[in-house]
């Protein structure tokens, strides 16, 4: 867990340089920053070609990586992790829920009776990298129970997300592409169940499994949620001790390659497959993958133009209401109510007002509500007027946020030396 989040606040870093530059970028005179997220590349495989937009490999290609990690954290959180304790993961879990009904219940009554009522599911995310390093900004006033109250409500939350993106925002379905891919899935599923652990396999068959994802209509970056979730949480040699790896390394009847090799094998599946998967991809989604979706998707247009039509669209309005105001009603109000009905408590050592401290700094939605941003809406002006929404909704709830937290309580007194 402290690993984990030392990634998403690290990588929270790197995703706001990225931010930054793509602004800038997409501000300077001409119109190099379009022309070349625009630049058509064409995957050739086989005599099969897919065409798409740098842009379009970045949000179909690149963000399936991050989602197939967010798979990878769902199924160890729900199996080993923070969602074993159902009683414990049911405050997360509640507050996860009101924090996407309420924004998606203002995104549309402010939006009421026109034609973009479509992106009500963008005030929905929360952009779990930012908000932890909001929450790190803060220091120790923050006790550890309510950051692992946020990062679970951040997984409940990504569910919702996944599930919303996966029934509203799909173009006309190809069912023969689908049972393909459902076919590819029900293979990878059986491969793993005979316990057959050759890689190679597995990246043709997530390869195979993308592709036709993103040929049936389904979004591509599905694949890599599904992919996620059947990976196994368990190790496969739970039993394994020192002794028996000692055993196999001066094994005399064995050459000193092969005591290696079998020595490694019985470490590997000493470790699941999945937290080896996270150990090692995490950090480049982090650091990398999530940092270039910034910069293909955050270079918004500043200009006087963009941001009058902005300030009177009520999408803008919309999204900004539905991530500060609706965050915090919706959390906070599920939470406060969970709380006097007793059906759970707080997190140790928190209090209500840092608790809507938190709820306020759930308001940063970033990046999935960018993701969602360009499904909802393929109109350059409307879209444009989403993302203004999405980049001021989160600049207003990580002040907000931060400042419920810094004056909340003192910071906790450090320990004895």
């Known amino acids: 867990m402290r690993r984990f989040l030392h990634v998403e606040v690290s990588g929270g870093i790197v995703l706001l340089v990225a931010t930054v530059a793509a602004l800038v970028w997409a501000n300077l005179p001409g119109d190099s920053y ?14 099969f070609e897919v ?60 939006t ?20 932890l390093g909001i929450i790190a900004l803060v220091g120790n006033r923050v006790p550890s129970p309510l950051k692992v109250f946020l990062l679970t409500l951040a997984i409940v939350d990504d569910i919702g997300a996944i599930v919303v993106i996966a029934v509203f925002y799909n173009e006309s379905l190809d ?10 899935i029900a293979t990878t599923y059986f491969l793993k169940r005979i316990r057959v652990w050759y890689l190679p396999v597995y990246v043709i068959l997530a390869g195979g499994t993308w592709l036709a994802m993103l040929e049936s209509g389904v979004h591509a970056t599905l694949a890599g949620v599904i992919l996620g979730v059947i990976t196994p949480t368990h190790a496969l040699n739970s039993d ?58 955050a270079g918004i247009e500043l200009s006087g133009d963009a941001l009058s039509d902005a300030a009177s669209s009520s999408v803008t309005i919309g999204i900004a209401a539905g991530l500060v105001i609706g965050k ?3 959390i906070g109000g599920a939470v406060f109510i969970a709380v006097r009905l007793g059906v759970s408590r707080l997190p140790g050592g928190a209090t209500m007002t840092q608790m809507f401290g938190v709820c306020a700094v759930a308001g940063i939605g970033f990046t999935v509500s960018l993701f969602i941003s360009n499904l909802a809406y393929e109109d350059e002006a409307i879209l444009s007027q989403a993302q203004i929404g999405v980049l001021a909704a989160s600049i207003i709830a990580a002040v907000i946020g931060a400042t419920i937290l810094t004056r909340a309580a003192p910071p906790d007194p450090p320990p004895p030396t």
């Open 328 to 330: 915090i009603v919706g």
């Open 34 to 47: 379009t022309d070349f997220w625009h630049s058509e590349v064409t995957l050739d495989v086989a005599g």
């Open 112 to 131: 009421a009776g026109g034609d973009n009522a479509n992106g009500w599911g963008i005030p929905m995310a929360t952009d779990i990298a930012f908000a």
């Open 175 to 184: 069912w023969g592409w689908l049972a393909l891919a459902a076919g590819l």
């Open 51 to 110: 065409h798409e937009d740098l842009l379009g490999w970045v949000n179909d290609g690149l963000m399936a990586v991050f989602f197939f990690i967010v798979g990878l954290e769902i199924k160890r959180e729900w199996e080993v992790g923070e969602l074993v304790d159902r009683r414990a993961a049911l405050l997360p879990a509640v507050g996860a829920l009101g924090g996407m009904v309420v924004p998606a219940l203002i995104f549309v009554a402010i």
């Open 240 to 297: 394994m001790t020192r002794e028996q790896v000692e055993a196999t390394m001066t094994d005399p009847a064995l050459d000193q390659t092969t005591q290696a090799v079998e020595a490694a094998r019985l470490i590997n599946e000493s470790v699941p497959v999945g937290s080896r998967l996270i150990r090692s991809i995490h950090p480049w989604t982090s650091f990398v993958i999530i940092p270039i979706f910034a910069l293909a998707n």
